[in-house]
């Protein structure tokens, strides 16, 4: 009952960000590691990126002993956190990049009409003045 994801996932959003540091302590040792590769894979699928992060925080700071103490124990969910975090990592450098790339795409497309409009006055001097 303590393992399906299902259950995990609610109880863990339910927790407001003010009291994650309280319920990140209460973690019983026994279920860290469980806790940290679930949290892991969340990492992965959740859109909850930001309290993911949170509740990674503040589990290591609390526990942080115990992983020190355990290394072994805590391999494979610390892999799925690393594993997590660098294509989080790599998802929202694309999505900068991209935005950055359409704002200077916009940027330069507002400029254009004032550029254009300039130039076609000149244009239309030039053509009076000849003919006058």
């Not at 973690?27 to 992965?44: D, H, I, T």
């Not at 594993?83 to 795409?105: Q, V």
Request: hydrophobic residues 40%; negative net charge; charged residues 20%.
């Amino acid at each position: 009952c303590l393992n399906e994801p299902g259950l995990l996932r609610g109880c863990w959003q339910l927790v407001p960000p003010e009291h994650i540091p309280i319920a990140a302590q209460q973690v019983p040792a026994p279920y860290l590691e469980r806790l940290l590769r679930f949290l892991g894979g969340e990492l992965e699928r959740s859109t909850h990126v930001h309290a993911v992060m949170l509740w990674v925080q503040q589990l290591l700071l609390a526990h942080g002993q115990q992983l020190r103490d355990r290394p072994v124990a805590f391999e494979a969910p610390l892999r799925a956190l690393h594993k997590g975090t660098r294509l989080r990592y790599e998802e929202l450098g694309h999505m900068c990049n991209r935005n950055l790339f359409s704002l200077d795409f916009l940027i330069d497309q507002h400029g254009q009409p004032a550029a254009e409009a300039e130039s076609g006055e000149q244009g239309g001097d030039e053509s009076g003045d000849g003919t006058a």
